[in-house]
């Protein structure tokens, strides 16, 4: 299975960047896991922020026309950890399957991107940083592994 994770920007912290390296590590057990980082514009007004980031998204994800798209989203359906497994565990059969999860901009996703019939998953009603966030997707899909492989991992 191909796992990329589009996101804005870098991880600068040594402690993420190690969060992150460890998780990554180990879902290459189970996955080709690949993180395409694309740069945010922020310095303009919050609503054109927003349209610009969400157009490069849209325009990158054009070459990902054959991946399951996975929005990331707080405002949108939250995905308990079983619900999140059953989005990886329903490719995991197939032939070269490919997900691309998606952890949006600062300001958020324009009107236009959320009108994508892409799947967009809430892990919870909290916005986290969008570093940590990468950190904690990471652990979600590796705990998504251990859970369809029967494996143990800490509860
Ligand atoms: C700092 S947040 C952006 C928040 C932005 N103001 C918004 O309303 O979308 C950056 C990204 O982290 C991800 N994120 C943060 N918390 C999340 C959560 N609880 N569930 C799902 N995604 C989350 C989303 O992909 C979000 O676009």
Redesign the pocket.
């Known amino acids: 299975m191909n796992i990329k994770i589009i996101?804005?920007g870098k991880l600068d912290k040594k402690f993420f960047i190690d969060s992150f390296n460890e998780y990554a590590n180990r879902i290459s057990k189970y996955a080709n896991l690949q993180v395409i980082e694309l740069k945010e514009e922020y310095q303009k007004e919050d609503i054109v922020n927003k349209n610009i980031n969400s157009d490069l998204l849209l325009e990158k994800l054009k070459a990902f026309s054959d991946h399951e798209i996975i929005?990331?989203?707080?405002?949108?359906k939250n995905y308990s950890t079983e619900e999140f497994t059953s989005i990886i565990e329903n490719n995991k059969n197939l032939k070269q399957a490919k997900i691309a999860f998606?952890?949006?901009?600062?300001?958020?996703?324009s009107d236009k991107f959320l009108a994508q019939n892409f799947k967009k998953?809430?892990?919870?009603?909290?916005?986290?940083?969008?570093q940590l966030?990468r950190v904690?997707?990471a652990e979600q899909i590796y705990r998504a592994f251990k859970i369809m492989n029967n494996e143990k991992y800490h509860k």
């Open positions: 996101c804005f929005c990331m989203d707080v405002s949108s998606i952890i949006g901009p600062s300001d958020g996703y998953v809430s892990f919870g009603n909290i916005t986290l940083p969008h966030f904690i997707l």
